[in-house]
């Protein structure tokens, strides 16, 4: 079975993604919440086409703006490494993806964007939409709908830079919810910079150009754009001891906003702006490292820094020990907080052998030069994802906390 990652490649300028079943202790344990009108419900399975790891998913609700003509979007990535709702073209009804306004340029054509993952692409229009969330609600705002079929022509720019991730068994998931720290996915694509990475598109027809596209109209964080419980979110894990079939836990919108989104003990780590990334200082060296829900894994170093042997393929991109070894390393923001985290790593091809399990603390691979600390880091904690210029109980964002 093929699992997947999402992770951010520069500071809200895209991500990646690596083939799904190939990879490239804090404080504040795991608590019960009430579920309230801010809080979603996320699982962690083997998401809608049957073939994830550590994936983290809930149900997104995407509709026509300012209408009731919305669909409920199941099985959709939840990923705090991206910014931006992103939904496959199939998982939503003609009657609903017609009625989405597309995004024009000033000079009448459509804006198309090329979200650009290590293993491919995701192509699609960029299209204003109501999100709604549990019973939050961002009104209006640009989201990518993938592989839409009346932009099937990718342009060489963007298909450069992998094949289209435009199919549920391609992606692994109906959609991504995109909900780091930043609000827009790419500032460096505003009018007036020189660095788009081919991003974004103007096109007329099947003719596209690479273009800038101004903050307010570019993919974006929808929490950000919440009427209320704004400016970050809470993702809550149980602890897991031992691989297993399927978790659930709680996405809770805002920060110290409501009863149930308290920072209570945890420790703030301020984001380095223009990385978007704090530090993380493993076996004497100090490494660029980020929380991130959408990467399946631990993704750290390789196997002459580790030690640790990577397994035969196709599982080359993670780690297969002889047994499962225990390290540990120390997190540091630019606030110089610092804590250290301990960690395991077992052998992947024994732990992808039970075919029903798709939950795994333990799972590792390897990833040079940035440590990534993926969704095993977030079981049994409570991790907070405070967004960019937000006023919190803990600081303005953007910062993690645990």
């Known amino acids: 079975m093929p699992f997947g990652r999402f992770r951010i490649i520069a500071v809200a300028c895209g991500f990646t993604v690596l083939a799904l079943f190939a990879g490239c202790g804090g404080g504040g ?31 997104v609700t995407i509709c026509a703006s300012g209408t009731s003509n919305c669909q409920a979007v199941s099985g959709v990535l939840v990923d705090t490494g991206s910014f931006g709702v992103r939904i ?16 024009k340029d000033a000079s009448g054509n459509s804006v198309v964007e090329c979200a650009q993952f290590s293993d491919g692409i995701t192509w699609g229009p960029v299209k204003t939409a109501d999100v709604k969330i549990a019973s939050e609600e961002a009104a ?4 990518q709908v993938i592989g839409d079929p009346a932009f099937s022509a990718v342009p060489a720019g963007c298909s ?12 692994g998931a109906n959609g991504i919810l995109g909900i780091g720290p930043f609000v827009q996915d790419c500032p460096a694509c505003a009018p007036g910079t020189t660095n788009n990475q081919n991003l974004y598109y103007s096109c007329a027809g099947s003719s596209c150009n690479v273009t800038t596209v101004g903050l307010p109209q570019q993919v974006q964080n929808p929490v950000a754009a919440f009427g209320t419980d704004n ?43 223009n990385t978007g990334n704090i530090s993380t200082t493993f076996k004497g060296q100090s490494y660029s490292s980020f929380l991130d829900t959408g990467s399946n894994a ?21 780690y297969c020990p002889s047994s499962r070894v225990n390290l540990s390393a120390t997190n540091a923001g630019t606030n110089n907080a610092s804590g250290t985290i ?44 405070a967004i960019e210029g937000a006023p919190t109980p803990g600081g303005a964002g953007p910062y993690w906390a645990y």
Not at 29 to 51: D, F
Not at 252 to 266: K, Y
Request: charged letters at 10%; proline letters at 8%.
């Open 231 to 273: 400016n970050g979110v809470l993702v809550e894990l149980p602890a897991v001891p031992s691989s297993t079939t399927t978790v659930s836990g709680s996405l809770i919108f805002g920060i110290g906003t409501q009863s149930d989104n308290g920072l209570g003990s945890a420790h703030v780590y301020t984001i380095d702006t």
């Open 160 to 171: 450069s830079a992998g094949a289209p991730e435009d199919t549920l068994q391609k992606l």
């Open 88 to 103: 496959l073209s199939t998982a939503l009804p003609s009657s609903v993806s017609s009625a989405l306004a597309q995004e």
């Open 29 to 59: 344990g795991s608590r019960k919440s009430v579920p309230g009108a801010n809080t979603a419900a996320i699982v962690v399975n083997a998401g809608p086409a049957g073939n994830y790891a550590n994936g983290l998913f809930t149900t």
């Open 342 to 385: 301990s960690f395991s790593i077992d052998n992947a091809d024994t732990l992808f052998s039970n075919l029903a399990d798709t939950v795994f603390p333990a799972l590792g691979g390897p990833n040079s030069g940035v440590f990534d600390w993926g969704l095993p880091f977030f079981y049994g904690r409570n991790v907070f994802v």
């Open 140 to 143: 209006a705002i640009p989201t």
């Open 298 to 318: 631990y993704f750290f170093l390789d196997s002459t820094t580790t030690g640790l042997p990577t397994c035969p393929s196709p599982e080359s991109g993670f």
